[in-house]
């Protein structure tokens, strides 16, 4: 498993400074973000809601771009990550733009051994559940750091959406892949970069797994947390299948307002008042 983080790892080490650099309707535009933008999306904005006062950890937060964005929302923020590069320059952003923040480098699964305390809102986003091994160990470390009566909020790829073919050029919505999660991960060797399609990488080695709904869900609730609600979306945040249109609301869809498909999936899980 060491192997695995290694190799993702040195990957996102590369990458934070070509998502810094990256501009454009793919791109992290960090200097939109600096003139007071922010890296929010409506879905998350109106289910999460106001977090003004609260105390906000953000699990494998990059290079602190939604973690920073949050914090100026009101809340209080911590961003944790296994990239050394996208901590120190998520530290450095903050120390740019004035806002306060605490960033963390740790592998999501050590955290228990780099931090104390607990929070009101514990929040993962995009890209984030397919760098996870195991998610009843995820589950677990969630409910740890949630203070009773807190809740953990993630919007992610939903799983069903794996299945599709995701050549250029083809826009059939065909069955090219397993649902299920297969025995270990699946190595995925690519050049270029979603952010930046012309990046060449020295790292293009990454291993990824797959999850499906009810593992999702069952790692949360046999943590002892109770789900307040499953919503899944026929759009995305970023262009998961070639010819995505981006549309007024700020996500891509499939071509003519097709929606047959669920390509996001967001979920609020609460820990009872009263549990330890």
């Not at 699946?186 to 999850?211: M, N, P, Q, T």
Request: charged content about 25%; glycine content about 10%.
């Amino acid at each position: 498993m060491d192997e695995y983080f290694r190799t993702n790892r040195e990957m996102w080490d590369e990458l934070v400074p070509v998502h810094t650099g990256s501009r454009g309707p793919h791109g992290y535009n960090v200097e939109d973000f600096k003139r007071g933008g922010t890296a929010l999306h409506s879905v998350e904005l109106e289910e999460v809601g106001d977090v003004a006062g609260k105390d906000l950890l953000h699990l494998q937060s990059h290079f602190g771009l939604d973690t920073l964005s949050w914090a100026r929302l009101g809340a209080r923020v911590t961003g944790v990550d296994f990239s050394e590069k996208g901590i120190e320059q998520a530290r450095a952003l903050a120390a740019e733009v004035g806002i306060a923040a605490r960033f963390i480098r740790a592998n999501v699964y050590d955290l228990p051994r780099a931090l104390d305390g607990d929070f009101d809102v514990v929040f993962s986003s995009y890209g984030a559940l397919n760098w996870l091994p195991d998610l009843p160990a995820w589950g677990r470390l969630i409910a740890q750091f949630l203070r009773p009566g807190g809740f953990f909020y993630v919007i992610d790829a939903h799983p069903f959406a794996h299945v599709l073919p995701d050549n250029p050029g083809r826009t059939d919505l065909a069955v090219a892949r397993s649902y299920f999660p297969a025995p270990g991960p699946d190595r995925i060797e690519e050049d270029g970069d979603y952010a930046d399609r012309d990046a060449h990488l020295e790292h293009r080695v990454s291993y990824e797994w797959r999850h499906t709904i009810g593992g999702i869900v069952n790692a949360l609730s046999d943590a002892g947390l109770r789900i307040d609600f499953l919503h899944e979306f026929p759009f995305c945040a970023w262009e998961y299948l070639p010819g995505m249109e981006k549309q007024a609301d700020g996500y891509y869809h499939l071509p003519g307002g097709d929606g047959r498909v669920p390509f996001l999936v967001s979920m609020k899980a609460s820990k009872p008042d009263g549990q330890v």
